[in-house]
């Protein structure tokens, strides 16, 4: 896998990850974007090491990579590393105290009535199905969205989220009756969508943009990436 660097400093690192590759390993054994950045780090500290190398000929040691935040194996999108522990230490800081914004971009099934709104439900992950639902005693999950484009059939979302529940926007989305283009895990009731959505591994959904403060500095950072290509077949934009 080809690593598309978006951003890099001495403490963060900033990739695209694509749809259908996993945040992190997991039980199935596949290739993580995890593996393959600490991969991408361990090659670049070695070919420094082969240009320069320091007095005693020391080589490079174990590579530090932390994990600060995931996205759906079927999600594409900006995903943040860091490569040292100041950079784990003032991340999850700014992660917990609400300090980092993400916004995504996701092509919807159905047309929207109105052109900016609010979703708001409460969520559990349900364990046996794995998979978000509505529920009395659920964490409250607030989901703001914008319309971009439209027409008969599809709709071009941009949205922000708070809650950061178990696939937030994809159940939020599902229930309100808009669920993401080629999401079959969330189509309700086996419902049918027009079009041909022909990427088995992923759906229609892209971390965009995220933003935040490096380690070492108060100037903010942000990042951004084009929308995937294939969704142009859906909706012009």
Not at 28 to 49: A, L, P, R
């Amino acid at each position: 896998m080809d690593i598309k660097v978006l951003h890099e400093d001495n403490h963060l690192i900033a990739v695209f990850k694509p749809a259908g590759v996993l945040s992190q390993g997991d039980e199935t054994g596949d290739i993580s974007i995890f593996d393959e950045v600490k991969e991408y780090i361990k090659h670049k500290k070695y070919q420094k090491y082969m240009e320069n190398p320091p007095a005693g000929g020391k080589k490079p040691g174990n590579i530090f990579l932390g994990l600060l935040h995931r996205l759906d194996r079927p999600v594409s999108g900006i995903i943040l590393f860091a490569k040292t522990s100041k950079g784990a230490s003032r991340l999850s800081e700014q992660f917990r105290n609400h300090k980092v914004e993400k916004i995504y971009h996701a092509m919807v099934c159905g047309r929207l009535k109105t052109q900016k709104g609010t979703l708001t439900h409460f969520l559990i992950k349900d364990e046996k199905l794995k998979k978000g639902r509505e529920a009395k005693d659920g964490k409250e999950a607030n989901l703001y969205y914008e319309v971009i484009r439209s027409n008969t059939d599809y709709s071009l979302l941009k949205i922000k989220i708070e809650g950061g529940q178990f696939h937030q926007i994809r159940t939020q989305l599902s229930i309100a009756g808009f669920p993401v283009l080629g999401d079959v895990k969330y189509l309700p009731g086996g419902r049918q969508v027009k079009g041909r959505w022909n990427n088995e591994k992923a759906i229609a959904l892209c971390a965009t943009q995220l933003s935040f403060y490096p380690a070492t500095s108060d100037k903010l950072v942000v990042i951004s990436i084009e929308l995937p290509e294939e969704w142009k077949e859906y909706i012009r934009f």
